[in-house]
């Protein structure tokens, strides 16, 4: 997820982080300073409700102007299971090779 405060906030002319604080106390979020300005630079991993429907009333928006959901490829790891390897052949691409018995030999003299 990208987090947009920061640009929503600006938008909507407010540049310092303190100046949210009265605004969240008055919608019944007390958070300090320090709190505020951490929500702003950083992406949050989780969010209350309550407080992304207060940031939301502030700032006049919806939650999908303050969250974009973002897709990631994240690498396969290796199984060496697959045809496309490095060497061109995958596991399922090797046979075995079908033993031979030999009987051992007799030598009689």
Request: glycine share 6%.
């Amino acid at each position: 997820m990208r987090w947009h405060l920061r640009q929503v906030m600006a938008t909507r002319g407010i540049f310092h982080t303190s100046d949210m604080v009265p605004l969240l106390a008055d919608r019944g979020i007390h958070m300090t300073r320090q709190y505020v300005h951490k929500l702003v630079t950083n992406a949050p991993s989780r969010i209350n409700t309550d407080l992304l429907a207060a940031l939301c009333d502030i700032l006049d928006c919806q939650p999908n102007d303050l969250l974009e959901p973002v897709a990631t490829q994240v690498e396969q790891a290796r199984t060496g299971t697959d045809a496309n390897t490095e060497e061109g052949l995958g596991i399922g691409d090797l046979r075995p090779i079908r033993a031979t018995v030999r009987r051992p030999y007799e030598h009689n003299e």
